[in-house]
């Protein structure tokens, strides 16, 4: 089965997402769209994030697409339902804040938690935080998608935003750290060095081996070799050079 997967994000997180994916599935072929153009999504209500996740996944589904993967906390926990409920044959795989694996790592301490507006205020994370919310701190990370999708993630000032947003936090037991929006890992070494102590989760691995194994279980995995990645942008010019260089810092980690 040799078809295409679709990422989807609102620009350029999902290709954290990506990376992952094609360290552990190197033999599919990847469509990823990036919703650069209307980036970020967090700060919008939710009826227009749900309309903007809904016509950048149609451009997946346009192209016959195996699976899908929300390779985007915000539009998942906005239209994942959604999606599934009209697409009931498709695998689809979202993502959400790895506060689990995070809760279990606390030796005392706390866990805080960095995701956008909408992934914090909506139903998804409550129903995270009944379950696995003991001893944490929630923190909205304003401005920090923008600076990723300005090529803008290894420069000083971003490095002095993060620290100026989480200085309220450094005082604090923090054991973990979750990152909870894709565009994050690309910010991890500033956003680790403020919290030394503490361990620093994502969702993209255990992301990605959900849908590694819907594909076995559906016998949808390719058997070509080398898999192969096409990315399409609503953004301007250069925004798929800047994908391609981001998928190759995280080829250094
Ligand atoms: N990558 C998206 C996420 O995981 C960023 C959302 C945004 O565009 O604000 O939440």
Redesign the pocket.
Known sequence: MNDLIGFF???M??VSVLHEARRILPNEHFLFFGDNGN?????RPLAEIRALCAAGIDRLLARDVKAIVI?????TSAYAKILRQAHPELPIVG?EPALKPAHFARHGGKVLVL??K??LSLEKYEKLKARYGADVISVVGTGL?ERVEAGQADAPETAEHIARLLAPYRSEQIDAVVL????YPFLRRPIAALFPDAQIFDGREGTVLRLKDLLQRGGLCSDDTPGSIEYQTSGGPGVIDRMQALMASLDAE
Request: hydrophobic share 30%.
């Open positions: 994000d609102s620009g997180g999902g980036a970020p999504y967090g700060p390779a985007c906390n915000t539009a993502m995701a956008t909408a992934t998608v909870g929006c894709t565009h």
